[in-house]
């Protein structure tokens, strides 16, 4: 079974920047999507960026085009998105997620679709202030 483990969350003033990192470990990791979704209180989860990690396809939501960015490490285990020009409106917590097959082609992975994936990890906090 995968698990998934998130680090690098903080408090940060507007306009800065933290990188988050989703240590991912289990039977398979390989060619799959790798999400990062995030959920502010009294709101829906609501997907960030994905990665497919058979290649290097990355994928955004258009709130996050141009501030962050989703890459991998080159022993494929780890997943980062760094955040950059944070807002108020980013604080939330955030999630890295996988799902439990990989998927029929890279582009699935722009759904950003949280139903489509089904480990996910504890969560890291990011509190950006005015």
């Known amino acids: 079974q995968e698990q998934l483990v998130e680090s690098g969350g903080g408090s940060v003033q507007a306009g800065g920047s933290l990188r988050l990192s989703c240590k991912v470990s289990?039977?398979?990791?390989?060619?799959?999507?790798v999400g990062w979704f995030r959920q502010a209180p009294g709101k829906e989860r609501q997907g960030v960026a994905a990665i497919y990690t058979g290649g290097t396809s990355t994928y955004y939501a258009d709130f996050a085009k141009g501030r962050f960015t989703v890459s991998q490490d080159d022993t494929k285990t780890t997943v980062y998105l760094q955040m950059d020009s944070l807002e108020s409106s980013d604080t939330a917590m955030y999630y890295c997620?996988?799902?439990?097959?990989?998927?029929?082609?890279?582009?699935?992975?722009?759904?950003?679709?949280?139903?489509?994936?089904?480990?996910w990890g504890q969560g890291t906090q990011v509190t950006v202030s005015p």
């Open positions: 289990g039977y398979g990791y390989g060619v799959n999507c």
């Open positions: 997620a996988t799902a439990s097959r990989p998927p029929p082609s890279d582009a699935y992975c722009s759904r950003l679709d949280r139903y489509d994936y089904n480990y």
